[in-house]
């Protein structure tokens, strides 16, 4: 074990406050996807602070790139909240219009890998339970932002980030090659990652990781996987059915209604054959339609996804989404239109990382169990970011980090044990420092 493992230890137990106090803060002012503006300005201050090149908002991303962009107006809405927060002008400038994301560079200018680490920054729409039972409201934390709240993990993500960041800073020039800290935007939806690999941040990367807080409900705190498998290809598609408005007594003949055509749609989707190849998945999980009970409806929007095992699953069940959407408009006598505005694609992790989890692992106190392989049966964002540093030979893997839930991802009262942060923080360091220090 070299010097710098053993001081490993130290440095978890004397910092670990630090990151519970940035997932705290982070927690209770909670932003969504290309909407993270007050987000994108702590980790820059924070990186910047700690002595990193650090590169945000248009330098991070590529524009062209993005998906599922919100509308000018919400944006511009949210960029004058961001600077009622406190964002400088000049930063919200380098933000506008939707460009956020940080990437944080440390370069030892000695030789020796290039290591890549994401963490995803982005919250959900989801209203926060006030329950007293619920551990962020009883301390304090809960999410300022009505319907909106860090429901994934994302907050403690970000915070295990900068843990990272931090004990490069202190350590850093006593290793050797580059390493590259993303904080990616808009991770919900698929939407974000490609546009980190469009600007060109995994270009001569030969390690990446990334990981998770908590997914999989059989593992426990001090638990680890090393490796996971199983991301599922996906597709996320806003659809719009437009009609004809009519009176709903006098004159219901005259109307094509949207609503109708929607909620046919609707149960027609979920009947989808699930495919003989693989697993196949459809959820519709938004459905908006009509202005009065005494008007035919002109118009429903729906946002829906579809996720298969491979692109070739994936790919089937988009094509039947888009058959019966098309079907059922033409039923209705009313008009359909789908937007793409989100698209994940499936990744295996590399098995040569099981070895060094497991060694690395050992030398932990808090660390418990290293699971090798874990089959995960979801979709990930950073699937993007492992296959292009695999296609260009280098090596990547995705680990979870084990946690008791009380409740779900995605959940009102969705919560996990603060202690999770430092078991991730020291399995990414050692995980580095064991990496850095041999011949890739």
């Known amino acids: 074990m070299s010097s710098l493992h053993r001081e490993i230890n130290t440095f978890v137990q004397k910092e670990s406050k630090r990151w519970i106090a940035w997932r705290r803060q982070l927690h209770q002012y909670p932003e969504a996807g290309w909407m993270e503006y007050v987000t ?137 090659g580059k390493l590259t800290l993303l904080f990616q935007p808009a991770e919900e939806g698929s939407r974000g990652a490609k546009a980190m690999v469009e600007k060109g941040w995994m270009e001569g990367v030969d390690i990446f990781l990334s990981g998770h807080i908590g997914i999989g409900s059989d593992l426990q705190l001090g638990d680890i996987a090393a490796t996971t498998h199983g991301f599922l290809a996906t597709t996320k598609c806003d659809v719009t059915f437009r009609g004809r408005s009519a009176h709903a007594g006098k004159e219901p003949e005259r109307g094509k209604n949207a609503l109708l055509a929607a909620s046919s749609a609707v149960l027609q989707l979920h009947a989808i054959s699930r495919h003989s190849g693989g697993q196949t998945r459809v959820n519709v999980g938004t459905l908006i339609a009509g202005t009065g009970r005494n008007i035919i409806a002109d118009w429903a929007e729906m946002q829906l996804e579809t996720r298969g095992e491979t692109a070739e699953l994936n790919r089937y069940m988009k094509e039947e989404v888009q058959r019966i959407i098309q079907a059922v408009a033409k039923m209705y006598d009313v008009k359909a239109e789908t937007e793409i505005v989100g698209e994940g694609i499936n990744a295996e992790s590399d098995a040569e990382f099981i070895p060094v989890i497991e060694s690395v692992c050992a030398q932990s106190e808090q660390i418990h169990r290293v699971i090798p392989r874990y089959d995960c049966g979801a979709s990930e964002d950073a699937a993007y970011m492992m296959r292009r540093v695999q296609e260009q030979g280098g090596k990547a893997t995705y680990l979870l980090f084990g946690t008791p839930l009380k409740s779900g991802h995605h959940h009102p009262a969705f919560d996990y044990d603060e202690q999770v942060l430092s078991v991730a923080v020291e399995t990414l360091v050692r995980t580095v420092v064991d990496l850095q220090e041999k011949e890739v």
């Open 40 to 176: 994108t300005w702590r980790i820059w201050e924070e990186l910047k602070r700690l002595g990193f090149q650090v590169f945000a908002g248009k330098e991070a991303v590529d524009s062209k790139s993005r998906m599922g962009v919100p509308s000018f107006e919400r944006l511009k809405e949210e960029e004058k909240r961001a600077q009622k927060a406190g964002v400088p002008a000049y930063f919200l400038q380098q933000m506008e219009a939707g460009h956020t994301g940080v990437v944080g560079v440390w370069d030892t200018g000695r030789e020796g890998p290039h290591i890549a680490l994401r963490f995803d920054i982005d919250a959900l729409p989801v209203t926060e339970s006030c329950v007293t039972d619920h551990f962020p409201a009883r301390s304090g934390f809960v999410s300022k932002r009505n319907g909106w709240m860090h429901a994934c993990g994302h907050d403690g993500h970000t915070a295990i980030g900068l843990g990272v960041a931090a004990f490069l800073s202190k350590y850093g020039d006593r290793m050797k």
